[in-house]
């Protein structure tokens, strides 16, 4: 598990909610009357009828916004909580820094009577499709093949699932991995680097030579040139994905 308490200072800072993105995860909820957030960090796209969040990182707990729903630490792995808690669970974006998935995924389905909302991404679409890691950090790439979640594993222990493609738009304002794809100067920015745990763990000196070379493509203009599609797109696909698992 992330040490958050020493990485997530920084998150209410660079890591608030895109209300285009809250949208489609508040669709995929449906029309649960309580929920219960795994993995809740600041408390970034919670429903108004969130019940409870569950924190291992007393730090990003104390970072949740005033009248935000009440947070308890606990670990995925072990939820505090009756069987069939709430009409739905939800993990954003957490999956992946589990100690163990099984357990963590089998306490989402015990808590949970109805529905199921995961945000992970494909590290395979993501290798491929996403500049940043394919032609300046390879390093990041790995460290995320070490711990994202493979998707057809994540579909078969929720007991299968549906799976919705969350575009990034261009000036997304929650500073997730990819979320500066056409912002690229960004990453040369350690505030913005400490809010993206795959650069935050990996720490400067892994990632310094890839960085010069991102800044001195973009000083001699090559990135833009190489990249000059990518400046005409308000979205892009990057591998991110909603698992919607009903009970």
Same mark, same amino acid.
Do not use: K
């Given at each position: 598990m992330v040490?958050?308490? /020493?990485?997530?200072?920084?998150?209410?800072?660079?890591?608030?909610?895109?209300p285009?993105?809250?949208?489609?995860?508040?669709?995929?909820?449906?029309?649960?009357?309580d929920?219960?957030?795994?993995?809740?960090?600041t408390?970034?796209y919670? !429903?108004p009828?969130t019940a409870l969040?569950?924190?291992?990182s007393?730090?990003?707990i104390?970072?949740?916004?005033?009248? /935000?729903? !009440?947070?308890?630490?606990?670990v995925?792995?072990q939820l505090? +909580?009756?069987?069939?808690?709430?009409?739905?669970a939800?993990? %954003?974006?957490t999956v992946?820094?589990?100690a163990?998935?099984a357990t @963590?995924?089998?306490?989402l389905?015990?808590?949970?009577r109805?529905?199921?909302?995961v %945000?992970?991404?494909?590290?395979?679409?993501?290798?491929e499709r996403?500049w +940043?890691?394919?032609?300046?950090?390879?390093?990041?790439?790995?460290?995320?093949?070490?711990r994202?979640?493979?998707?057809?594993? +994540?579909?078969? +222990?929720? *007991?299968?699932?549906?799976?919705?493609?969350?575009?990034?738009?261009?000036?997304?304002v929650? @500073?997730?991995?990819?979320?500066?794809? =056409? =912002? !690229? /100067?960004?990453?040369?920015? !350690?505030?913005?680097?400490? *809010?993206?745990?795959?650069l935050?763990?990996?720490g400067d000196?892994?990632v310094?030579? *890839?960085l010069?070379?991102?800044a001195?493509?973009?000083?001699?203009? =090559?990135w833009?040139?190489r990249?000059?599609?990518?400046?005409?797109?308000?979205?892009i696909?990057? @591998?991110?994905?909603l698992?919607?698992?009903?009970q």
């Amino acid at each position: 598990m992330v040490a958050y308490d /020493s990485l997530g200072a920084t998150y209410a800072r660079t890591r608030r909610p895109d209300p285009r993105i809250a949208v489609q995860i508040h669709a995929a909820l449906g029309d649960a009357t309580d929920v219960i957030n795994v993995g809740a960090g600041t408390g970034s796209y919670e !429903p108004p009828q969130t019940a409870l969040a569950i924190e291992p990182s007393r730090v990003m707990i104390d970072q949740r916004p005033p009248g /935000s729903a !009440p947070a308890v630490r606990a670990v995925a792995e072990q939820l505090p +909580l009756r069987d069939n808690a709430a009409d739905a669970a939800m993990a %954003l974006l957490t999956v992946h820094h589990w100690a163990d998935l099984a357990t @963590g995924i089998g306490e989402l389905r015990r808590v949970a009577r109805r529905r199921i909302v995961v %945000l992970t991404w494909d590290q395979r679409v993501f290798r491929e499709r996403f500049w +940043l890691v394919r032609d300046y950090l390879p390093e990041a790439a790995a460290f995320d093949d070490t711990r994202a979640t493979p998707t057809d594993q +994540l579909a078969d +222990l929720l *007991g299968g699932a549906r799976q919705e493609p969350v575009r990034v738009p261009h000036d997304c304002v929650d @500073g997730f991995g990819a979320a500066y794809w =056409r =912002r !690229p /100067s960004a990453y040369l920015d !350690p505030q913005v680097r400490a *809010g993206i745990s795959m650069l935050a763990q990996l720490g400067d000196d892994a990632v310094e030579h *890839g960085l010069a070379r991102l800044a001195e493509d973009l000083a001699t203009g =090559r990135w833009h040139t190489r990249h000059a599609e990518l400046l005409t797109l308000d979205t892009i696909d990057v @591998g991110y994905r909603l698992f919607v698992a009903d009970q």
